[in-house]
T-cell receptor, first 112, second 114 residues
Framework: ETGVTQSPTHLIKTRGQQVTLRCSSQ?????VSWYQQALGQGPQFIFQ???????GRGNFPPRFSGLQFPNYSSELNVNALELDDSALYLC???????????FGQGTRLTVV | QKEVEQDPGPLSVPEGAIVSLNCTYS??????FMWYRQYSRKGPELLMY????GNKEDGRFTAQVDKSSKYISLFIRDSQPSDSATYLC??????????????FGKGTHLIIQP
């Protein structure tokens, strides 16, 4: 098992609501990335935080936002939830390059 | 055309067989190539990664990268039922600006028959 932990493991929300997902990174890792994995698909890069600053973003709208804290833990916030946001959300921690990232077990979000 | 192509399978092989899993890609900027294993309803687990072209071996697993053909492979020797999972290839390059994140294939669902 990796040292990356995510909470909660499962979540059900209603369309239009807001959600916050949390991630604790592996000790010694200063970079956290978030990914969205739809059923039957590979993970899609949402964004990356390095030393509390967003330093990379995939093709996701601004209603997906995040934070990284001084202890390198992180949050993913999604506003105005849509049905298509239903997916497994994965947090990955790594050193600054992002190579060899370790993933958490994910948060399964269902939007109804 | 997707940046990374991976046959989703399922690929079913008998126990003890050699398994070959492959990905092709289109972005010549990719420099690091990774293989992850994902069990159902779990997060991806890093198996190994390589830089640029060449081979890398770790136990029963061998990763190969051919940048000239934009083709990467993972071989599993002496396959076991516990190897049954989805195998994801992932790649990353650096544009010189911000981080681009990992680009994944769709994953290949592998079944090892006892």
């Amino acid at each position: 098992e990796t040292g990356v932990t995510q909470s909660p493991t499962h979540l059900i929300k209603t369309r239009g609501q807001q959600v916050t997902l949390r991630c604790s990174s592996q000790s010694g890792h200063n970079t956290v990335s978030w990914y969205q994995q739809a059923l039957g698909q590979g993970p899609q890069f949402i964004f990356q935080y390095y030393r509390e600053e967003e330093n990379g973003r995939g093709n996701f709208p601004p209603r997906f936002s995040g934070l990284q804290f001084p202890n390198y833990s992180s949050e993913l916030n999604v506003n105005a939830l849509e049905l298509d946001d239903s997916a497994l959300y994965l947090c990955a921690s790594s050193l600054s390059t992002g190579v060899g990232a370790f993933f958490g077990q994910g948060t399964r979000l269902t939007v109804v | 055309q997707k940046e990374v192509e991976q046959d989703p399978g399922p690929l079913s092989v008998p126990e003890g067989a050699i398994v070959s899993l492959n990905c092709t890609y289109s972005n010549s900027a990719f420099q690091y190539f990774m293989w992850y294993r994902q069990y159902s309803r779990k997060g991806p687990e890093l198996l190994m990664y390589t830089y640029s072209s060449g081979n890398k071996e770790d136990g029963r697993f061998t990763a190969q990268v051919d940048k000239s053909s934009k083709y990467i492979s993972l071989f599993i020797r002496d396959s076991q039922p516990s190897d049954s999972a989805t195998y994801l290839c992932a790649m990353i390059g650096y544009s010189g600006g911000g981080a681009d994140g990992l680009t994944f294939g769709k994953g290949t669902h592998l079944i090892i028959q006892p």
